[in-house]
Nanobody
Framework: QVQLVQSGGGSVQAGGSLTLSCVAS????????MGWARQTPGKEREGIAS????????YYADSVKGRFTISRDTTRNTVSLQMTNLKPEDTGTYYC??????????????????WGQGSPVIVSS
């Protein structure tokens, strides 16, 4: 069974930066996807970035493209999300997610199988 433990997040003023990290433990299938989703006030959970180990491809939601960067360290089974130029509308709880399988890049992020505990991000104007 895979477990995800997140770290990072916090409070920052608009225009600032934060980094989230997530460490996966347990049996990690070689071909997998890890990513980040967020729950912002008044909105449904939104998948914002993912990384596919088979070809190192990445996905970004339009809302974060150009501002957020996802990275993987497969030797340490970690995934990080570097967030820059943060906006008040980025405020919410951010979740790390994992799913195994060769075609996981075709799975919507909200359907990933394993989730971290969540990290609050607060961006003040």
């Amino acid at each position: 069974q895979v477990q995800l433990v997140q770290s990072g997040g916090g409070s920052v003023q608009a225009g600032g930066s934060l980094t989230l990290s997530c460490v996966a433990s347990g049996y990690i299938y070689e071909l997998n996807c890890m990513g980040w989703a967020r729950q912002t006030p008044g909105k449904e959970r939104e998948g914002i970035a993912s990384f596919y180990t088979d070809d190192n491809s990445t996905y970004y939601a339009d809302s974060v493209k150009g501002r957020f960067t996802i990275s993987r360290d497969t030797t340490r089974n970690t995934v990080s999300l570097q967030m820059t130029n943060l906006k008040p509308e980025d405020t919410g709880t951010y979740y790390c997610a994992y799913i195994m399988g060769r075609f996981c890049d075709r799975v919507p992020l909200n359907e990933y199988s394993t989730w971290g505990q969540g990290s609050p991000v607060i961006v003040s104007s």
